[in-house]
C-alpha cells in the first residue's frame, strides 16, 4: 500500500472535512479573485474633453493640463485620480502589470515556503495579507505608494492560489481529484459574476476596494479551522504529527481512527531507503532529465495560458455595446467551465481534455476576427467561447501539472508554471493594445495553438498515483 493509498484509506476520497476546506478556501480566496477582475474597473480607457487655451475642447487631445473626464461609465478611477492620460498614459499600463509581476513573485515565494514550511502556514500568510494590502492601497493618496501596494497583493494572490490548490489536492482522493479544477474555481466564477453588478453601484475606485476586501477580514480565525495537510507532513518526516491530523480527519469524516498509525507506517515501510531530500526546491525541477524536459514545457503551456486568458479578460472593455453587461456575461459563462471540466476530467485523458480545450479556443478567436464589429451579440458570442476554452485549460492545467510533479517539489512546479503563466499576463496588456484590433486576437489564437502542441509531449496522468519523490518520477513509465 502507498502511502497515497494509506490517506485515502484513513480519510476518504472526500469526505465532510475536505468539503468544508474547500469551503473555507473558497471564501478566502474572494479578495484574491476581485483582484484578478478589477481592472476593467479601476484602470479602464477613460475619454476626456480638453478645456486647454487653443484645444477646442477636444476629445483625448494631447497634451492636456486640464481634462474633464467622461464620469458616465465610471465616476473615478485611477486614471482620472491622478491624470494618467498623454504621457503619463504608460503608468496606468505599468500598474496593470505590476499586479502579474507580484502574483509572479508570489507564486515563487509561497511556492518555496509551502514545501518547506506547511501548507497552512502559507496559506494563512497568503489570505491575511492579500486583505491588509488591498485595504491600504484604497488609502494611500500617491499614485507611487498605490505601485508598490499593487506588487504586493500581487504576490499574496500567487501564494492564494498556488497553496489553496495544492492542499486540496493532497486532502483529495485520487478517483475525487478530477472535480477539483471545476470546485476549486467556484469562488472565481462567483466573483466575476458579482462584481460588475457591485462595480455598477460602487463607480469609485477606493470604495470599490474596501467593499471588496473589508468582509473578508475573518480569515483571520482560519489558524483555528483547518489542520496542515497530513501528505505534507509525512514527506518531511514529521510521521506523529501526521497521524495526529489524520485521526482528526477521520473523525470529521466518520470514519474508524483505530489503526491509523499501524496503517501509515506500514505504508512508509515501502518506500526504499535511499530517498530523494525532504525538502524540494526549483533546482530540483531540473534535476533529472525528465524533470527538465516536464518543466520546460510546462512553463512554455502555462505562458501560453497566461497570455490568453488574461488578455481576453483585458479585451472585454473595447467589446462594443454596454460596459457592465459584457463584463457580466462574461462572467455568467465562467460557471459552464466548472461543469465542463469536471466532466472532461472524469471521462477524458488530461491531455486530450487540455488540448482539445485549447483547440477550441483558438478556432473561436479566428472566427471572432472576421466577425463585422457592428454584430455585436455574434462578437461577444465568439469572444466567450474563446474565454471559455482558455478558462477550461488553465482549471485543467492545475490538475495536469500537480500531478506530473511528485510531492516533494508539487508546489514549487505550481509556483514555477504559475510564474510562467504571469510572464504570459504581463505581454497580455502590450498585445491587446497593438492598435490592430486583428491583429492582437490572432496572437491569442496562436499561443493557444502552440501550448496544445506542447502537451503532447507530456504524460499523462489520469487515474495514475501521485508521486511522493523525485526518484519515482523518473522511473516512472509515461503514458502518452
Same mark, same amino acid.
Given at each position: 500500500?502507498?502511502?497515497?493509498?494509506?490517506?485515502?484509506?484513513?480519510?476518504?476520497?472526500?469526505?465532510?472535512?475536505?468539503?468544508?476546506?474547500?469551503?473555507?478556501?473558497?471564501?478566502?480566496?474572494?479578495?484574491?479573485?476581485?483582484?484578478?477582475?478589477?481592472?476593467?474597473?479601476?484602470?479602464?480607457?477613460?475619454?476626456?474633453?480638453?478645456?486647454?487655451?487653443?484645444?477646442?475642447?477636444?476629445?483625448?487631445?494631447?497634451?492636456?493640463?486640464?481634462?474633464?473626464?467622461?464620469?458616465?461609465?465610471?465616476?473615478?478611477?485611477?486614471?482620472?485620480?491622478?491624470?494618467?492620460?498623454?504621457?503619463?498614459?504608460?503608468?496606468?499600463?505599468?500598474?496593470?502589470?505590476?499586479?502579474?509581476?507580484?502574483?509572479?513573485?508570489?507564486?515563487?515565494?509561497?511556492?518555496?515556503?509551502?514545501?518547506?514550511?506547511?501548507?497552512?502556514?502559507?496559506?494563512?500568510?497568503?489570505?491575511?495579507?492579500?486583505?491588509?494590502?488591498?485595504?491600504?492601497?484604497?488609502?494611500?493618496?500617491?499614485?507611487?505608494?498605490?505601485?508598490?501596494?499593487?506588487?504586493?497583493?500581487?504576490?499574496?494572490?500567487?501564494?492564494?492560489?498556488?497553496?489553496?490548490?495544492?492542499?486540496?489536492?493532497?486532502?483529495?482522493?485520487?478517483?475525487?481529484?478530477?472535480?477539483?479544477?471545476?470546485?476549486?474555481?467556484?469562488?472565481?466564477?462567483?466573483?466575476?459574476?458579482?462584481?460588475? %453588478?457591485?462595480? *455598477?453601484?460602487? =463607480?469609485?475606485?477606493?470604495?470599490?476596494? $474596501?467593499?471588496?476586501? +473589508?468582509?473578508? #477580514? /475573518?480569515?483571520?480565525?482560519?489558524?483555528?479551522?483547518?489542520?496542515?495537510?497530513?501528505?505534507?507532513?509525512?514527506?518531511?518526516?514529521?510521521?506523529?504529527?501526521?497521524?495526529?491530523?489524520?485521526?482528526?480527519?477521520?473523525?470529521?469524516?466518520?470514519?474508524?481512527?483505530?489503526?491509523?498509525?499501524?496503517?501509515?507506517?506500514?505504508?512508509?515501510?515501502?518506500?526504499?531507503?535511499?530517498?530523494?531530500?525532504?525538502?524540494?526546491?526549483?533546482?530540483?525541477?531540473?534535476?533529472?532529465?525528465?524533470?527538465?524536459?516536464?518543466?520546460?514545457?510546462?512553463?512554455?503551456?502555462?505562458?501560453?495560458?497566461?497570455?490568453?486568458?488574461?488578455? %481576453?479578460?483585458? *479585451?472585454?472593455? =473595447?467589446?462594443?455595446?454596454?460596459?457592465? $453587461?459584457?463584463?457580466? +456575461?462574461?462572467? #455568467? /459563462?465562467?460557471?459552464?467551465?466548472?461543469?465542463?471540466?469536471?466532466?472532461?476530467?472524469?471521462?477524458?485523458?488530461?491531455?486530450?481534455?487540455?488540448?482539445?480545450?485549447?483547440?477550441?479556443?483558438?478556432?473561436?478567436?479566428?472566427?471572432?476576427?472576421?466577425?463585422?464589429?457592428?454584430?455585436?451579440?455574434?462578437?461577444?458570442?465568439?469572444?466567450?467561447?474563446?474565454?471559455?476554452?482558455?478558462?477550461?485549460?488553465?482549471?485543467?492545467?492545475?490538475?495536469?501539472?500537480?500531478?506530473?510533479?511528485?510531492?516533494?517539489?508539487?508546489?514549487?512546479?505550481?509556483?514555477?508554471?504559475?510564474?510562467?503563466?504571469?510572464?504570459?499576463?504581463?505581454?497580455?496588456?502590450?498585445?491587446?493594445?497593438?492598435?490592430?484590433?486583428?491583429?492582437?486576437?490572432?496572437?491569442?489564437?496562436? #499561443?493557444?495553438?502552440?501550448?496544445?502542441?506542447?502537451?503532447?509531449?507530456?504524460?499523462?496522468?489520469?487515474?495514475?498515483?501521485?508521486?511522493?519523490?523525485?526518484?519515482?518520477?523518473?522511473?516512472?513509465?509515461?503514458?502518452?
Amino acid at each position: 500500500m502507498t502511502t497515497e493509498d494509506a490517506i485515502e484509506n484513513i480519510i476518504g476520497r472526500f469526505g465532510l472535512y475536505q468539503t468544508w476546506v474547500l469551503f473555507l478556501i473558497a471564501i478566502g480566496r474572494v479578495p484574491a479573485d476581485f483582484q484578478l477582475t478589477n481592472v476593467v474597473y479601476i484602470l479602464p480607457k477613460v475619454n476626456y474633453v480638453c478645456l486647454d487655451e487653443g484645444a477646442s475642447n477636444m476629445t483625448n487631445y494631447c497634451p492636456c493640463k486640464n481634462p474633464e473626464y467622461d464620469t458616465g461609465t465610471i465616476v473615478e478611477s485611477i486614471v482620472t485620480t491622478w491624470h494618467l492620460i498623454c504621457g503619463s498614459s504608460y503608468l496606468a499600463s505599468l500598474a496593470q502589470s505590476v499586479l502579474q509581476i507580484g502574483i509572479l513573485t508570489g507564486s515563487l515565494l509561497y511556492g518555496y515556503l509551502s514545501d518547506r514550511y506547511g501548507r497552512k502556514t502559507t496559506i494563512l500568510m497568503a489570505l491575511t495579507t492579500d486583505v491588509v494590502f488591498v485595504v491600504a492601497s484604497a488609502l494611500v493618496p500617491d499614485f507611487w505608494m498605490f505601485l508598490v501596494l499593487r506588487f504586493l497583493i500581487g504576490t499574496s494572490v500567487g501564494g492564494t492560489l498556488i497553496c489553496s490548490y495544492t492542499l486540496m489536492v493532497e486532502l483529495s482522493g485520487k478517483s475525487f481529484r478530477p472535480y477539483l479544477p471545476g470546485l476549486t474555481q467556484i469562488a472565481y466564477a462567483t466573483v466575476s459574476i458579482v462584481h460588475p %453588478i457591485i462595480a *455598477y453601484y460602487v =463607480r469609485e475606485w477606493r470604495y470599490l476596494q $474596501l467593499v471588496t476586501s +473589508l468582509p473578508c #477580514v /475573518f480569515v483571520l480565525s482560519y489558524k483555528w479551522l483547518m489542520l496542515e495537510s497530513p501528505r505534507w507532513l509525512i514527506t518531511v518526516g514529521k510521521k506523529k504529527e501526521a497521524i495526529n491530523v489524520l485521526t482528526k480527519i477521520a473523525k470529521w469524516n466518520k470514519r474508524p481512527t483505530e489503526n491509523i498509525a499501524s496503517i501509515i507506517y506500514a505504508a512508509e515501510e515501502h518506500k526504499t531507503k535511499k530517498e530523494e531530500p525532504k525538502y524540494g526546491s526549483y533546482l530540483d525541477l531540473f534535476s533529472t532529465p525528465k524533470m527538465k524536459m516536464y518543466s520546460l514545457i510546462i512553463a512554455c503551456v502555462w505562458f501560453c495560458c497566461g497570455n490568453t486568458f488574461y488578455g %481576453i479578460n483585458q *479585451y472585454i472593455g =473595447r467589446l462594443q455595446g454596454n460596459f457592465y $453587461l459584457n463584463i457580466f +456575461l462574461f462572467g #455568467v /459563462f465562467h460557471i459552464p467551465p466548472l461543469f465542463f471540466n469536471v466532466l472532461v476530467s472524469l471521462y477524458i485523458k488530461r491531455k486530450i481534455g487540455v488540448i482539445g480545450s485549447f483547440t477550441i479556443s483558438a478556432i473561436a478567436l479566428v472566427i471572432f476576427i472576421y466577425i463585422p464589429s457592428d454584430l455585436e451579440s455574434i462578437s461577444l458570442a465568439f469572444a466567450i467561447l474563446g474565454h471559455i476554452g482558455s478558462n477550461m485549460a488553465f482549471g485543467q492545467m492545475y490538475l495536469f501539472t500537480s500531478e506530473v510533479f511528485p510531492t516533494v517539489v508539487r508546489n514549487s512546479a505550481l509556483g514555477f508554471a504559475s510564474m510562467f503563466s504571469r510572464f504570459g499576463g504581463f505581454a497580455a496588456p502590450f498585445v491587446v493594445n497593438i492598435g490592430i484590433e486583428w491583429i492582437s486576437v490572432a496572437i491569442f489564437s496562436g #499561443v493557444t495553438l502552440i501550448a496544445a502542441f506542447f502537451c503532447f509531449f507530456l504524460p499523462d496522468t489520469k487515474d495514475k498515483v501521485l508521486l511522493n519523490t523525485i526518484e519515482q518520477a523518473e522511473k516512472s513509465t509515461d503514458d502518452k
